[in-house]
């Protein structure tokens, strides 16, 4: 059972350019939402998060999108830097069970 | 910043033996995790742990896997026979409260031949 769908798989953005990630979950008793980011060879590390109390939270350049009815949040990363290439997943946190599940993760590649 | 650190970074193993990963989660956190990811593949939840037991289990974590915390400061997953489709990279985490920021170690890199 597939309980977090994200989207797209794969993402080039030119540098300057706005990048955006999907996720779409099914449970409504999930109640955290963390964005990670992935370089390779490297552990997931917390890039923004959001809490379904809210439909929006900036850090930076990075923004969470959050629409608690359509059961669906995105990522946007404004003004792409190649430094920002990496994977990013989409993960929740199961409301009744102390876990993250994730997406299957978005592979960005932001050129010069 | 205080992190998770994982050793050892790589651990080559032949089909059937047992290993050891080995964790130090950051010191004042109360949960710990592990998590596997195959390569190329989404990261998947293994197992859970807090005040010396486990709290959540997957389907992955079978009777080959076991986790301990045998001090105060080291957390540590065992596979005790090793398969082939065992082959993945091992995240352990930590967080200092239940519904809070996971912080991920850098993984150990488990090759079973």
């Known amino acids: 059972q597939q309980q977090v769908k994200q989207s797209p798989q794969s993402l080039i953005v030119q540098k300057g350019g706005i990048s955006i990630i999907n996720c779409a979950y099914e449970?409504?008793?999930?109640?955290?939402f963390p964005w990670y980011q992935q370089f390779p060879g490297k552990g997931p590390a917390l890039l923004i998060a959001?809490?379904?109390?809210?439909s929006e939270k900036k850090e930076g350049r990075f923004t969470i999108s959050f629409n608690k009815s359509a059961k669906q949040f995105s990522l946007h990363i404004m003004d792409s830097q190649p430094g920002d290439s990496a994977t990013y997943f989409c993960a929740v946190h199961s409301g009744g069970y102390n876990k993250l599940i994730f997406g299957a993760g978005t592979r960005l590649a932001v050129h010069p | 910043e205080p992190e998770v650190t994982q050793t050892p970074s790589h651990q080559v193993t032949q089909m059937g033996q047992e290993v050891i990963l080995r964790c130090v989660p950051i010191s004042n956190h109360l949960y710990f995790y592990w998590y596997r990811q195959i390569l190329g593949q989404k990261v998947e939840f293994l197992v859970s742990?807090?005040?010396?037991?486990?709290?959540?289990k997957s389907e992955i974590f079978d009777d080959q896997f076991s986790v301990e915390r045998p001090d105060g400061s080291n957390f540590t997953l065992k596979i005790r026979s090793t398969k082939l489709e065992d082959s993945a990279m091992y995240f352990c985490?930590?967080?200092?409260?239940?519904?809070?920021?996971?912080?991920f170690g850098q993984g150990t890199r488990l090759t079973v031949v």
């Open positions: 985490a930590s967080t200092p409260r239940r519904e809070n920021e996971a912080f």
């Open positions: 959001i809490r379904p109390d809210v």
């Open positions: 742990f807090y005040n010396n037991e486990i709290s959540e």
């Open positions: 449970n409504t008793a999930f109640d955290y």
